[in-house]
């Protein structure tokens, strides 16, 4: 199994990585990928960039070093209400978005309160896929999560990185792999990146998605082409949402 497109990783502008876009595309293009998202937090992170920096996406070139670069982020949902850190102003000019709870943001609550986030966040139709679901500090409801997932053609995550840094990850991915199969949503496989040697770095993740026997036509990843008609659904969606 292969991933083509690497939908999560970091640059320095996240205040915590360690590694330019440029770096990264070099790594990246080193390793063979054909594309991968710039996914840098949302500034209520500590340390990241005011959003005003993604202003200067439709400067970037489509391509670096022969690798794709798809615009994005990973904006923190910041109350248990969805919200994001992110205008809808900036967030416009993203091809990807992310939304994560994270501890330095939004401290957990209870199993409702979380999953009552994330759903929240799911509805914003700006947003594509939760980032690490899988993080045990974030008591989910997760057939709940994956039924309005599937209702509305959004992602989960399958976060390599979560697996050597969240303790109790793999457990949660296997609770909620076999649901998204079930109620047949796509899941984003990656990095989660924060140094440019670490780009690409799928192993752990696929080897949990060849375990639970996971379709490999629900990995909207695998291949740039069927990323890319994801990308095609987005602008459906947001085209729809703009006329109403």
């Known amino acids: 199994m292969n991933i083509e497109v690497d939908t999560h990783t970091h640059t320095v502008l996240s205040g915590h990585a360690h590694s330019t876009l440029l770096e990264n595309a070099a790594a990246a293009a080193k390793l063979g990928l054909k ?5 840098d937090h949302g500034p209520k992170l500590p340390g990241a960039c005011p959003e005003f920096n993604l202003g200067t996406y439709p ?19 910041i109350d248990f209400s969805g919200s994001i ?41 700006y947003i594509d896929v ?9 008591e989910l409801d997760y057939e709940t999560i994956v039924k309005e997932a599937a209702k509305l053609g959004k992602l989960l995550e399958v976060n390599n990185h979560s697996f050597s840094y969240r303790k109790g990850g793999i457990e949660n991915v296997a609770v909620y792999l076999p649901l998204c199969k079930t109620y047949g949503v796509r899941v984003a496989v990656s990095s989660d990146a924060h140094f440019a040697l670490n780009m690409g770095s799928h192993a752990l993740a696929l ?29 459906s969606r947001l085209a729809r949402m703009n006329k109403i």
């Open 85 to 125: 850190d992110v205008s809808e102003k900036y967030i416009a000019l993203t091809d990807y978005a992310i939304a994560g709870l994270h501890e330095v943001v939004l401290k957990p609550g209870t199993k409702a309160q979380n999953t009552e986030a994330v759903l929240a966040a799911l509805s914003n139709p």
């Open 35 to 39: 594309g991968f998202v710039l996914s």
């Open 207 to 235: 080897r949990v998605i060849e375990e639970q026997s996971f379709p490999q036509e629900l990995i909207v990843n695998a291949t740039m082409d069927r990323f890319d008609g994801y990308l095609s659904e987005r602008k």
């Open 130 to 138: 939760i980032a690490h679901p899988d993080n045990p500090k974030y």
């Open 59 to 77: 400067y970037l070139p489509d391509y670096i070093e022969g690798v794709r670069v798809y615009p994005g982020i990973e904006a923190n949902i």
